[in-house]
């Protein structure tokens, strides 16, 4: 039986103890949910899915799915405050679970409008990120892609729509939008105001993702043109390079996405594509010269690592993928260098996960404080395809 054969890879196992460590199988009293994490975890059940056709995998996709959603769409347990976080009933909350945004799912409360701000601290603490929505939205539409249902594509619809409505905001001295980096739970105030450097670029590849596959919705709800504008005046003259090797992930996988998206008629100018894969070229160099991989573990951040493995997988399928859509990618001169060059430092993404996949090395602080997210990353690295 295929799905049997399937248990024993390593992508596999490590999403079936992720499963079970976090309450999603066999369901816990208190599952833990955090975002991040769990859209990643949706995509690589729909990978497996996809791999064995073992439909155990979809389920487990689809109950995260709708977990994640009943944990993170609605207040915490330690908050006086009940039920969904956007202010809709049981009713209607259950039919537009994302209507108010998600929360990260850190374990400490949310700040409170009177408590002094301490950076230290505000890691740990809950609220609303940006970019965790967008990688929930990319989770969404992967399974509209995968199981055909719209209804996950409108979700991710109605939660682009929010985040776009909250996130952004008008400095009052002008100088052009602005985007928080962190908001609070129900969305009514900035807890971090100042933009993080790519989140512009996550909201505009994410909803260019959604207008496409909802394109193709028989009941065509109302599309994300108004918001699309605004994420793209946003990138205009932003700086995008990074030595940071999970923003340089997040680059990779979004120079992947938009060439995906050009065979579709977006991002028709190429621009986007070509100034992606030259930063993330000076930005892989810079973060390769500084030596980081050459560290023990105790000193190394594993989930970091990880999203570089992650980019660079999906740099290997934009080297095949551009030769087999010459028609869109001709005059594009500029472009084919720079995947060889990226396509070079494939073996990077193997030295990762060899050395995160080495029990020894499982046995740091690193791997063990965070160990979900880890776990999931490594798996997403080996078994890319349900993720890109």
Known sequence: MRGEESIGSPTARMMMDFAHYTGLSPRGIAPRR?????????????GLYKETKDERYRDLALGLVEQTHWVLGRHREDDRRTGWISGLDEGQGNLHPTMGGLRIGKKLKERRPEEPFDERLEWDRDGQYFHYLTKWMHALNRTTAVTGDFRFNRWALELARVASARFV?????????????????????????????????DGLVAFTEIESTGSADPDKPKGLKEEIAVMTEMCRGREWLTDDPLGLGSLLSDAYSVARLM???YFLSK??????????????????????????????????????????????????????????????????PLIRTLSGRGPLATTIEGFWLDPEHQQAETWKEHRDINMVMLATSLSPDGYL
């Not at 859209?39 to 690589?44: E, I, Q, R, S």
């Open 34 to 46: 955090y975002l991040w994490t769990d859209a990643f975890g949706v995509c690589n059940f729909l």
């Open 169 to 201: 905001y008008e400095p009052p001295r002008g100088g052009g939008r602005r985007m928080a980096w962190k908001m609070s739970i129900d969305l009514s105030h900035p807890l971090v105001p100042h933009t993080g450097q790519h989140d512009p670029l």
């Open 263 to 265: 065979t579709k008629g």
């Open 271 to 336: 621009d986007l594509l070509s100034t992606l894969l030259d930063v993330a070229t000076e930005g892989l160099d810079a973060f390769v010269s500084q030596g980081s991989l050459e560290e023990p573990a105790d000193y190394r951040l594993p989930f970091r690592e990880l999203g570089l493995s992650i980019g660079l997988k999906g740099i290997t399928r934009l080297a095949a993928f551009t030769k087999e859509n010459r028609a869109v990618f001709r005059g594009t001169t500029d472009v084919e």
